[in-house]
């Protein structure tokens, strides 16, 4: 590879540091306001990455290589590593006393919005702490956006636009202009934001709570400010508040953008979107029944908490309303397979996603029908579009390369000594980006601060494949990505 190409990496990664430099002095003022010394903390780590950075982004200006898929590759990756890393070091030099594999957890966690926490007594932690942990889940939903919007399309692993159809449908690009696009983009993203922290306080909760709470709902990615995550306010409202704002969170950004500022109901046509919503009502209803005749609770609240925990799951946003594990077996089952879906491709969700999963279905059916009429042509089709043989292949390989990931994941866990029921959640729920797993350790009532640190950084390496959709970072790892 070009040294020019590496150093453009740089750059643009440095410039991305350079905004999370910024970004620390939020906690930083919340802290110096309620008088909690962690203050000092975010001002020197802003100061010191923002000094770095400066000094990386200085060194490597005017180094303008060409944009490529090696490049993009290469961008994406270390954008992930240098928000992980630079968002790791407040969490390592606060008071909490957290340890470089619990910071790196931590950090990775946010920024991938994945939700798995190693910290207790979430309840009387810092609020600078606590403040940094949601801005940066909020951040990474935006980079996770964008990444699904306009990067993986363009180096053919995914994403929402890859598929090349007519005008008249919501594939196309919202707006010719990159600048109107990120413009609206932010818009929505901010303007949903806001409302859902203003309808949160509103219905109970204080302005903090209200404002946290409302970026990783719309990050989907599930960081609470109490232990008991959604549990802890007690209130239907907020609970179906939530539950809106998580559906929201898990539709692609580009119909949204087509829907609002252009008026087009016609994006709600996607068939990722019919899967979607198909799926949440389906698994939601199967878990209120199963609730309402095992445990004998009533119809009204068991479907407030089965579509909560439903919606919460499939967006992976990983925010829990009770302990999910007691529901009876029938119920974890569903949630736990929920646990592989992911919502729709450009939206702040992990998981396989509702394109792929349509794509998938399509092409069973496809070579069924031509089990029956061995002559017949038979295309694969998303909605009423034939999808080529190359994004066909590539919806192949990622689903056979995240069930081999997660297989190799949850031996590489249980390597290391954890029961093969947390193992396997463990896998599954670091690679789809949910946040809880299964069984009393890193359930929805329990966190992953009792893991040894090397499960802890099986579990980042894990998170951050998933965010970067598996291939991405496998591409990497060939010597041929590295030959000049």
């Not at 910024?22 to 906690?27: E, F």
């Not at 729920?429 to 299964?438: D, S």
């Not at 499960?455 to 000049?484: D, H, N, Q, S, T």
Request: proline share 4%; aromatic share 12%.
């Amino acid at each position: 590879m070009h040294g020019h190409t590496i150093r453009s990496a740089v750059f643009i990664a440095s410039i991305a540091g350079l905004y999370i430099s910024v970004a620390m002095l939020a906690p930083a003022i919340v802290d110096f306001y309620f008088g909690n010394p962690d203050w000092q903390v975010f001002a020197v780590s802003s100061f010191v990455v923002g000094a770095i950075c400066l000094a990386a982004a200085a060194a490597n200006r005017g180094i303008n290589a060409p944009f490529s898929r090696r490049l993009g590759f290469l961008v994406v990756n270390l954008l992930w590593i240098t928000l992980s890393v630079t968002g790791a070091i407040p969490f390592y030099l606060a008071s909490l006393g957290l340890d470089m594999a619990d910071a790196l957890f931590e950090s990775v966690s946010a920024v991938t919005t994945t939700g798995a926490t190693v910290i207790s007594g979430l309840d009387t932690a810092p609020p600078g702490l606590l403040l940094w942990r949601s801005l940066l889940q909020w951040i990474g939903g935006i980079g996770i956006v964008a990444l699904g919007l306009l990067v993986l399309p363009y180096l053919k692993v995914g994403g929402f636009t890859v598929f090349k159809m007519e005008s008249s449908d919501t594939s196309e690009k919202p707006f010719e202009r990159f600048a109107l696009f990120v413009r609206a983009f932010f818009a929505i993203y901010i303007g949903l934001t806001a409302v859902c922290a203003i309808l949160y306080m509103v219905l109970g909760m204080n302005a903090f709570d209200a404002v946290n709470h409302a970026m990783t709902t719309m990050a989907t990615g599930g960081f609470s400010t109490h232990d008991a995550s959604f549990g802890a306010f007690q209130s239907p409202a907020l609970v179906w508040t939530a539950t809106v704002f998580m559906t929201i969170a898990g539709l692609p950004f580009s119909v949204l953008i087509l829907f609002v500022v252009r008026g087009r109901w016609d994006a709600l046509r996607d068939p990722q979107i019919f899967a979607y919503a198909g799926i949440l009502l389906i698994l939601t209803i199967l878990i209120a029944l199963s609730l309402r005749l095992s445990n004998g609770e009533g119809f009204g609240m068991a479907l407030t908490h089965a579509a909560f925990n439903v919606v919460s799951v499939v967006t992976t946003t990983g925010y829990a309303s009770a302990d999910y594990t007691l529901w009876g077996p029938l119920s974890v089952a569903i949630l736990f397979m929920a646990t592989f879906l992911g919502g729709c491709s450009g939206s702040t969700s992990g998981g396989i996603k509702a394109y792929r999963l349509v794509i998938i279905s399509s092409s069973i059916r496809s070579g069924l029908m031509r089990l029956i009429y061995p002559n017949s042509v038979r295309p694969v089709r998303y909605g009423s579009v034939a999808v080529d043989p190359d994004m066909q292949r590539t919806v192949v390989l990622f689903v056979c390369a995240y069930i081999g990931i997660w297989a190799l994941g949850s031996v590489a866990l249980a390597a290391t000594g954890l029961d093969i029921e947390t193992a396997i959640s463990g896998s599954i729920t670091a690679l789809a980006n949910v946040g809880p797993g299964i069984g009393p350790i890193i359930g929805p009532a329990g966190n992953f601060s009792s893991l040894g640190d090397p499960a802890k950084f099986i579990l980042v390496f894990l998170m951050l494949l998933g965010r970067l959709e598996i291939l991405v970072v496998l591409v990497l790892l060939l010597p041929a990505f590295w030959r000049a």
